[in-house]
């Protein structure tokens, strides 16, 4: 189970962190992935993590504004938004893929098995 936190109201150019923390103890055997929805738009990967934390992925419209941290001790994930912008504003739901290899990280929303409840930003202008 998958439990997002951290959502809420920002102005542009400032900063929220979302949390996502897993229940189980497995949670070091898992890729994990931010996705995003907007109203009438299609879910969309933010970013993903590896298992281990050493391979991170980020979509083009966040890199260099975002960052995708895991602590496997706290079965949690994270994702720090710096610099946002009203085009940031959606849904944004943790993922966790249980069958990705060690080394790897999972950009497509399919491969993903398990989805938190999702988390409301909005950034005004």
């Not at 993903?48 to 960052?67: D, E, L, M, N, W």
């Not at 790897?104 to 202008?125: F, I, L, M, N, P």
Request: some cysteine; glycine content about 12%; proline content about 4%.
């Amino acid at each position: 189970q998958l439990q997002a936190s951290g959502g809420g109201l920002v102005q542009a150019g400032g900063s929220l962190r979302l949390s996502c923390a897993a229940s189980g103890r497995t949670f070091s055997s898992y890729a994990m992935g931010w996705f995003r929805q907007a109203p009438g738009k299609e879910r969309e990967v933010v970013a993903a993590i590896s298992r281990a934390g050493g391979i991170t992925y980020y979509a083009h419209s966040v890199k260099g504004r975002f960052t995708i941290s895991r602590d496997n001790a706290k079965s949690t994930v994270y994702l720090q938004m710096n610099s946002l912008k009203p085009e940031d504003t959606a849904v944004y739901y943790c993922a966790a893929d249980p069958s990705a290899p060690p080394g790897t990280v999972v950009s497509a929303k399919g491969e993903y098995d398990y989805w938190g409840q999702g988390s409301q930003v909005t950034v005004s202008s």
